[in-house]
Nanobody, 114 residues
Framework: QVQIVESGGGLVQWGGSLRLSCTVSGIMIRNNGMAWYHQAPGKQREFITSIGRGGLTKYTEFVKGRFTISRDNAKNTVYLQMNAVQPEDTGAYYC????????WGQGTQVTVSS
């Protein structure tokens, strides 16, 4: 079965950087668009960025220019480079296939200190 493991979260200062990883097992990601989602404390999980099979990327306005999604199909891994983080970026980060059909992982927690 498909398993998703997110990692790389932690405590980071306002304006700092983090790189999140999402490793998938049980299926090859090369045939799928992949996405990252953010769940702020007390709020619902929301889409923030995606990368298509061919590398086409999309970002919400809030993260555009600060976050970069990338993929390494050979490692079955998707990355989220987070730069210039803000307190509003605090929360759990999850990745999934772009239509969210796979079982969710446990996420990785990011806390931005102000």
């Amino acid at each position: 079965q498909v398993q998703i493991v997110e990692s790389g979260g932690g405590l980071v200062q306002w304006g700092g950087s983090l790189r999140l990883s999402c490793t998938v097992s049980g299926i090859m990601i090369r045939n799928n668009g992949m996405a990252w989602y953010h769940q702020a404390p007390g709020k619902q999980r929301e889409f923030i960025t995606s990368i298509g099979r061919g590398g086409l990327t999309k970002y919400t306005e809030f993260v555009k220019g600060r976050f970069t999604i990338s993929r390494d199909n050979a490692k079955n891994t998707v990355y989220l480079q987070m730069n210039a983080v803000q307190p509003e970026d605090t929360g759990a980060y999850y990745c999934n296939e772009v239509t969210s059909t796979w079982p969710w992982g446990q996420g990785t927690q990011v806390t931005v200190s102000s």
